[in-house]
């Protein structure tokens, strides 16, 4: 069973920048591609960026895309979200991800994530 620690949640003000880390711990993490999804209060979870098993492929939101970046770094077993000129729609909690299955390129969708972060809160002041 694979565990999920997310960290570097927090305020910021707009157009400023955060980067988000997720350290994975128990099975084989280099075997998994792994996501960001974020719920804002009062919305369902959505999907934000993924990252192949390999770190050789990555996908984002429309809604993110050209402002973040995703990163893994297998030797660390960790996964990177790089936010910048973050805006106030970004604020929500954001949880790092496994898929359910290995090898493959990263879900766009919440409900194909197998395993879950804790979430940390982000927000962004106008």
């Known amino acids: 069973q694979v565990q999920l620690v997310e960290s570097g949640g927090g305020l910021v003000q707009a157009g400023g920048s955060l980067r988000l880390s997720c350290a994975a711990s128990?099975?084989?993490?280099?075997?998994?591609?792994m996501g960001w999804c974020r719920q804002a209060p009062g919305k369902e979870r959505e999907f934000v960026a993924a990252?192949?098993?390999?770190?050789?492929?990555?996908h984002y939101a429309d809604s993110v895309k050209g402002r973040f970046t995703i990163s893994r770094d297998n030797a660390k077993n960790t996964v990177h979200l790089q936010m910048n000129s973050l805006k106030p729609e970004d604020t929500a909690v954001y949880y790092c991800a496994a898929d359910r299955s290995r090898y493959g390129l990263g879900p766009r969708v919440p409900h194909e994530y197998g395993t879950w972060g804790q979430g940390t809160q982000v927000t962004v002041a106008s």
């Open positions: 128990g099975r084989t993490f280099t075997n998994y591609a």
């Open positions: 990252i192949s098993w390999s770190g050789s492929a990555t």
